[in-house]
């Protein structure tokens, strides 16, 4: 079975920065997307960011020159530096796995457990 677990999410001061990270294992797919994705409390989960198996990297806008996603080279661990944090980028954060969608959720089949990223203000 598939197993996604993330690490890293923590409390930071506003301006601070965190580094997520996934480690996947038993993955099955010839070739597959890693992304972040995050939930605030009382929100939809919304997308971060995303790699593909080609290394094509997108990001939502709202975190675009803030973020980076990054994956190892024998990509079954995904990466998330966040820097500049702010206080809406609270969340929990989920890594997931999929092949089909990039932005929606319903695309990735496999999902970590969720790492809390707490930013103060």
């Known amino acids: 079975q598939v197993q996604l677990v993330e690490s890293g999410g923590g409390l930071v001061q506003a301006g601070g920065s965190l580094r997520l990270s996934c480690a996947a294992s038993?993955?099955?797919?010839?070739?597959?997307?890693m992304a972040w994705f995050r939930q605030a409390a009382g929100k939809e989960r919304e997308f971060v960011a995303a790699?593909?198996?080609?290394?094509?990297?997108v990001y939502a806008d709202s975190v675009k020159g803030r973020f980076t996603i990054s994956r190892d080279n024998a990509k079954t661990a995904v990466y998330l530096q966040m820097n500049s944090l702010r206080a809406e980028d609270t969340a929990v954060y989920y890594c997931?796995?999929?092949?089909?969608?990039?932005?929606?959720?319903?695309?990735?089949?496999?999902w970590g457990q969720g790492t809390q990223v707490t930013v103060s203000s």
């Open positions: 997931a796995v999929g092949s089909y969608a990039v932005y929606d959720s319903a695309g990735y089949d496999y």
């Open positions: 790699i593909s198996w080609i290394g094509v990297i």
């Open positions: 038993r993955l099955t797919y010839s070739r597959y997307r």
